[in-house]
Each structure stands twice: as structure tokens, then as C-alpha cells.
Antibody, heavy 121, light 110 residues
């Protein structure tokens, strides 16, 4: 079955960077885009950006532009999201999700299990 | 992009129907039939319930339905069940390869 498995919990100090991975299985990795979405404690879902896993093109939310980098390794069927210059407000659960449409302009299904990133001094 | 507007909470008794609205702008909900809805239970990852405004993924109960009129999309749950109690989020494509979520609605089954 289609599955996304993310890396484990991370703790970082303010100003540091964090990289979260998302390994896909059960489908052709390069055929569907991967999105990254985060959720701060008790807050709404927030779309961060996405990567076309076929050609590596990316698009980021204006809110995170300059701080986020999404990459992919097709040989490992893995996408990664790196967030830099971390601050306490970046404490959140970070999710990867596959785009449900081959066009890359669709919906999010399935989702990874989430990775908690805590930013604290 | 600003978040889509959802009611903070809705409630209903078992067996009843409820509707959750999701209001956007002419740049997102009003321009694209790419509205999706997600159910999220506490501590769990979101689950897709509706995509492309009205379509239901296989395995999702037909008690869930979606619609759209102008800049407002809606999710309707009929025959409420205890397990429907969760947070629900709408999401819309907003053009230029970007997406925007709603603020989320907490559904309470009385």
C-alpha cells in the first residue's frame, strides 16, 4: 500500500536548522509530488511547500521563503524538508503528504505520521 | 495567502446532519475546483475525506459529501456517529503552485 514514513522527533536550539525526511513506498515515487505541511501545537494546518519529484522543481509558501528547502532523492524514494534559522514559533509537527493527482495540483493523500520538531534553548 | 475561514466549532447529536463551511476568496476557492477536506483525530495525522470539491476517496463513508458555491465550500456529514468527532480542515489550491488551509472546525457529537 502507499505509505510515507517520516524520520523521528528532533530537538533544536534557536538559530539552528533541522532536516526531516519522508520515505515513500508502494508507488512510483517520481510520478507524484510531495508536499510539506506543519501544525503548531493547538493550531491549524499550514502548507509550507512542495516538490515535483520528477524534475525536482519546488515552490514554497511566501511565509517560509528563504528558510525552507525541499529536496528529493529518487534513488531512495525519499523527500526531505530542511528549515533553517529556527525560532520557538517553529515548534510543530511537520507532515509530508503525497499529492493525489499526477498533475501535482490536487490534494494530500496519504500523509506521513508526522515529525515533532521542538525548538528550545 | 490568508487562511480560509471556517467556524471554530459545530456540534450535533447522533443521527443528525451538520454542515461545515469554508469561505475563501476569488483567488482560491472561487477560482478552482480543487477544494479538499481532511479529518484529524487528536494526535493523529489528517485523513483525506473529500477532494476536488465533491469526490470521495474509496473507503470514506458516503455520509460525507462536499459542495461549493462561489467562494464558499461546504462539508456535510449525515447520520452523525460518535467516531465523527474530530477536527476538520478545508484546503484549496490558491494559484501559482500554492495551497491554503482553513482554520479548522472542531466537531462535537453530543
Amino acid at each position: 500500500q502507499v505509505q510515507l514514513v517520516q524520520s523521528g522527533t528532533e530537538v533544536r536550539k534557536p538559530g539552528a536548522s533541522v532536516k526531516v525526511s519522508c520515505k515513500a513506498s508502494g508507488y512510483s515515487f517520481s510520478s507524484y509530488a510531495i508536499h510539506w505541511i506543519r501544525q503548531a501545537p493547538g493550531q491549524r494546518l499550514e502548507w509550507m511547500g512542495w516538490i515535483d519529484t520528477g524534475n525536482g522543481n519546488t515552490k514554497y509558501s511566501q511565509k517560509f521563503q528563504g528558510r525552507v528547502t525541499i529536496t528529493r532523492d529518487t534513488s531512495a524514494s525519499t523527500a526531505c524538508m530542511e528549515l533553517s534559522s529556527l525560532r520557538s514559533e517553529d515548534t510543530a509537527v511537520y507532515y509530508c503528504a503525497r499529492d493525489g493527482s499526477r498533475s501535482g495540483y490536487g490534494w494530500f493523500d496519504p500523509w506521513g505520521q508526522g515529525t515533532l520538531v521542538t525548538v528550545s534553548s | 495567502q490568508s487562511a480560509l475561514t471556517q467556524p471554530a466549532s459545530v456540534s450535533g447529536s447522533p443521527g443528525q446532519s451538520i454542515t461545515i463551511s469554508c469561505t475563501g476568496t476569488s483567488s482560491d476557492v472561487g477560482s478552482y475546483n480543487l477544494v479538499s477536506w481532511y479529518q484529524q483525530h487528536p494526535g493523529k495525522a489528517p485523513k483525506l475525506m473529500i477532494y476536488e470539491v465533491t469526490k470521495r476517496p474509496s473507503g470514506v463513508s458516503n455520509r460525507f459529501s462536499g459542495s461549493k458555491s462561489g467562494k464558499t465550500a461546504s462539508l456535510t456529514l449525515s447520520g452523525l456517529q460518535a467516531e465523527d468527532e474530530a477536527d476538520y480542515y478545508c484546503c484549496s489550491y490558491a494559484g501559482t503552485s500554492a495551497w491554503v488551509f482553513g482554520g479548522g472546525t472542531k466537531l462535537t457529537v453530543l
